[in-house]
Nanobody, 127 residues
Framework: QVQLVESGGGVVQAGGSLRLSCAAS????????MGWFRQAPGKEREFVGT????????YYADSVKGRFTISRDNAKNTVYLTMNSLKPEDAAVYYC????????????????????WGQGTQVTVSS
């Protein structure tokens, strides 16, 4: 069982930056592939990116590629989402999620393939 807690959301002007953190409990965090998703009001949950359990492989949605960076620190049981050049359309509740298959070599952009979710953190981008 893994519990995830996101933090770092807030209000930022367009063009600004934020770094979100996702702290995980449990000894198995370092074996899980992690994902970041976001959901704006009235829209479906959207894939942002995923990072492998080792941190060696990272994949991003086209909409954030080149602006967002995912990283992880397994010693701290934490995964990060650094967001630069924020746009109003990036405003959403951001969620981190974990896939429970240990040391998986598959990577997914589908929310249904993630087993554990945080409560989300709000990101607001003002124009």
């Amino acid at each position: 069982q893994v519990q995830l807690v996101e933090s770092g959301g807030g209000v930022v002007q367009a063009g600004g930056s934020l770094r979100l953190s996702c702290a995980a409990s449990g000894r198995t965090f370092s074996s899980y592939n992690m994902g970041w998703f976001r959901q704006a009001p009235g829209k479906e949950r959207e894939f942002v990116g995923t990072i492998s359990w080792s941190g060696a492989r990272i994949y991003y949605a086209d909409s954030v590629k080149g602006r967002f960076t995912i990283s992880r620190d397994n010693a701290k049981n934490t995964v990060y989402l650094t967001m630069n050049s924020l746009k109003p359309e990036d405003a959403a509740v951001y969620y981190c999620a974990a896939r429970s298959e240990s040391f998986s070599r598959t990577y997914s952009s589908m929310p249904r393939e993630y087993d554990y979710w945080g409560q989300g953190t709000q990101v607001t981008v003002s124009s």
